[in-house]
């Protein structure tokens, strides 16, 4: 008969009855009774009542009912200290019982009951349950510690378990080496400067020996503690790689993971011309397509790890990319992640069929799928420049078939294509512009006006184009809004006889309509280059872009590397450090991969001293006033003069008033117009000429070269401050973790007879921030 019928009966006056049964004198009615009250436990039943009969019943030879009896003392334990010392005189007597369960028992149900006044006398049983004959008693006491150092660290210490731990990693039973390795590790974890796992060459010896022979949780434990050594040179690395090796054909995935994981960190230290380590390249793969046939969530787990190992080592897996097919009932998540990898994959070599594979795709139901796949075919063109036309044609096919968010995905990544391509492709724009009208989503009415405005001069009717988007100007975007604003300047500056009422109507818009600052930051810019230097403007707007690398996404190489020293772990998931997501500096340590092979001989080469020199005065040399914003705006460019002082017709262009009398008279009522050469036509307004007088600058004063910030704003009246003038270097006054990712750093200096505060805010949450708030309090 099974024990549901534990769980069924709901009988009023239940625990007098149970009282009754718990001090009868039958063996077996006490059972019943004490699988009764743990049943109303686990159901959520409040059966503390009954704490000292129950534990009257621990006085007893039956396994089975002290099992019980203990399960019942570590519920309750916590609610009802006082009773529970009642319990500690039987568990001292237990740890000495001639059974080894029942020893084991005893000393883990003892580390289970989390009370301060029960502690104490846990001393005692556990030094002697660390030396016990039995390794299965040793295994389970070497737990213990890390529990009661997780109640009263202190308390480890002084009694010398530590030390007991670390020689139990000498321990002739692999299974006690495991948990001895995984209670050192969980409590250096919690107390990262206390250095518990001092590893040496001999210590690895007897890990890697146990590693053999241990379970496969005790393999795991073994395995994360290797990857935390630190090899020193790379024979001894390479002879932990041939022993870790076997573990990857584990049918753990965990076991796998962790295996992968010392193979990757260690492979930094080998060189690449050994042979071991092109055999090392070849072993790796097929653990990694086994993880693959997993079910659906292990499997998105091991995507997420295989993603971080090919952008770190593409080699590994670069004849492997039909593993990486979609299948038709596999879950959208894992679709999108072997899409990720795929492309990441994709080579000269592989691209025909990579694309064939996308191009079915993005005939798929799933919408979101298909986005991605569209958006693949153009990371492929920008990844493989040989695939391009291909890549070109396969998104016009697409185009043609009319569906709504395939075009629009398209023409979000042809964008890309012309910037990563320039004057290549451009015989496609008339069929983007046949799809204007179907362009609903931000993104992509953002990427065609880019194109419009970018190709202007190709497209005969680029202004009405571009005025159909502004009649709606105010119900767009800033996204849309800001690439709008854009392109008509670029327009204006290509057809400035034909598009001025254009250009005027959205400065207008952008700068007195807007609430959005950056919109009408970037239109007052605009205004103010138009109308003090046309030609400037056009160096500016229409210069020559960047081309856009190939791989946008990848992540940053040091976050990658640490994320290496993750892998089978949550960050390797998040793609985030520990740092980023576990709240508090408790049990997150910084982790790196190991220098490779060489790098020592360089930071010794002589090469590297001055180097290392300067980076050490680096801190105290500061910047002179020369280098700050008043030099960004072409001040000056000179060191201080002590002459005279200059007259005021010295001062150049970028010292006219920035916001004055300009741009009030562009827009008052009685504004003159602006005037420009540009293609030799009037720009805007009338034929008057127009340029924005600067306040007049007093013959006597004149503006001292390096004056820098103060100068440009004329607070000084003429004094300047001395360029080589000490400031503290930076100091981090709120550290990311405190701030959820964001770091303030800063520190203060004197500048024009004032104190300034200078600050820096670095995003160290890897993803964008939003809706936060800083306040500066005034003391007075």
């Not at 046939?293 to 080699?315: C, D, F, H, M």
């Not at 025909?352 to 063109?381: H, N, P, S």
């Amino acid at each position: 008969m099974t024990d549901s019928k534990y769980f069924t009966t709901t009988k009023k006056g239940e625990i007098f009855e149970l009282k009754a049964e718990l001090n009868s004198d039958k063996k077996e009615k006490k059972k019943e009774a004490v699988k009764k009250v743990i049943a109303s436990m686990t159901v959520g039943k409040d059966v503390s009542a009954l704490f000292p009969d129950v534990v009257n019943c621990m006085q007893t030879d039956n396994l089975e009912l002290k099992k019980l009896v203990y399960l019942y003392l570590m519920n309750y334990a916590k609610s009802q200290p006082d009773m529970a010392i009642m319990a500690v005189n039987t568990f001292v007597k237990d740890c000495e019982d001639p059974n080894p369960l029942i020893r084991a028992l005893a000393v883990r149900t003892m580390g289970c009951i989390r009370v301060d006044k029960i502690t104490e006398y846990l001393c005692e049983p556990l030094r002697k349950c660390l030396k016990d004959e039995d390794p299965y008693v040793r295994k389970t006491a070497a737990v213990c510690v890390a529990k009661l150092h997780d109640i009263n660290a202190q308390l480890v210490e002084d009694q010398g378990f530590l030390d007991t731990l670390k020689d139990l990693i000498s321990d002739s039973n692999p299974m006690v080496v495991a948990n001895a390795v995984a209670a050192l590790s969980e409590i250096s974890e919690s107390h990262p400067s206390s250095n518990l796992l001092d590893l040496n060459p001999q210590s690895i010896n007897k890990l890697l020996t146990a590693l053999n022979e241990c379970t496969e949780w005790g393999q795991i434990f073994i395995l994360d503690c290797l990857a935390n050594y630190m090899p020193k040179d790379d024979r001894e690395a390479q002879s932990i790689c041939e022993r870790v090796t076997p573990r990857l054909s584990h049918a753990n995935s965990a076991v796998v993971l962790s295996a992968v994981k010392v193979l990757m960190k260690f492979m930094e230290m080998l060189s690449k011309d050994l042979d071991y380590y092109g055999t090392l390249l070849k072993k790796l793969a097929p653990p990694l397509v086994t993880l693959l046939s997993a079910e659906p969530e292990l499997q998105y787990v091991a995507l997420r790890n295989i993603n971080l190992i090919v952008q770190k080592r593409p080699e590994i897996l670069k004849h492997e990319m039909k593993v990486f097919f979609v299948k038709y009932n596999d879950p959208i998540y894992v679709k999108l992640e072997k899409l990720d990898i795929m492309i990441r994959l994709a080579s000269q070599a592989n691209i025909a069929q990579v694309l064939a594979e996308l191009k079915e795709y993005a005939t798929e139901v799933d919408v979101d799928f298909v986005r991605k796949a569209v958006r693949a075919i153009g990371r492929c063109a920008i990844k493989v420049e040989q695939s391009a036309e291909r890549c070109v044609s396969t998104l016009l096919d697409l185009i043609q078939t009319k569906v709504n968010y395939v075009v629009q995905e398209a023409i979000v990544v042809i964008k890309d294509i012309f910037r990563k391509y320039p004057n290549k492709y451009e015989s496609v724009i008339a069929t983007l512009c046949e799809n204007l009208d179907s362009l609903d989503e931000p993104e992509a009415r953002a990427a065609m006006i880019w194109i419009v405005g970018e190709y202007a001069e190709r497209i005969d009717n680029a202004d009405e184009l571009l005025e159909s988007f502004l009649e709606g100007f105010h119900d767009e975007s800033t996204q849309v809004q800001l690439q709008l604003l854009t392109a008509i300047v670029k327009l204006f500056l290509k057809k400035p006889t034909e598009t001025q009422e254009l250009v005027q109507q959205v400065l207008s818009l952008a700068t007195q309509d807007s609430d959005n600052p950056d919109l009408r930051d970037r239109g007052y810019i605009y205004w103010r280059l138009l109308s003090t230097d046309p030609v400037a403007a056009k160096e500016v707007v229409l210069a020559e872009k960047p081309l856009i690398s190939e791989e946008t996404d990848l992540i940053e190489p040091t976050l990658l590397d640490e994320l290496i020293c993750y892998i089978g772990t949550l960050a390797s998931v998040y793609h985030k450090p520990p740092s980023a997501f576990v709240e508090g500096s408790r049990g997150v340590v910084h982790k790196s991969l190991p220098p490779r092979t060489g790098s020592s001989e360089s930071a010794e080469s002589p090469e590297a001293a001055p180097s290392a020199g300067q980076a050490a005065e680096q801190p105290a040399v500061i910047p002179a006033q020369g280098d700050l914003l008043g030099d960004l705006l072409n001040l000056d460019l000179g060191p201080p003069v002590s002459g005279p002082p200059l007259a005021a017709s010295s001062v150049q262009m970028g010292a006219v008033d920035l916001l004055g009398g300009g741009l009030d008279s562009l827009m008052g009522d009685e504004s003159e117009g602006l005037r420009s050469d540009v293609g030799g036509s009037p720009a805007m307004g009338g034929g008057g000429g127009f340029a924005a007088p600067g306040p007049a600058v007093p013959a006597g004063v004149g503006a001292p070269l390096g004056s820098g910030l103060g100068d440009l704003f004329d607070l000084t009246g003429g004094v300047g401050t001395l360029s080589g003038s000490y400031v503290a270097p930076k100091s981090v006054w709120l550290p990311a973790m405190k701030a959820k990712g964001l770091e303030i750093s800063g520190t203060f200096s004197r500048q024009v007879g004032s104190i300034s505060m200078d600050l820096v805010l670095t995003n160290k949450a890897l993803q964008v921030m939003s809706d936060f708030a800083i306040q500066f309090n005034r003391n007075r």
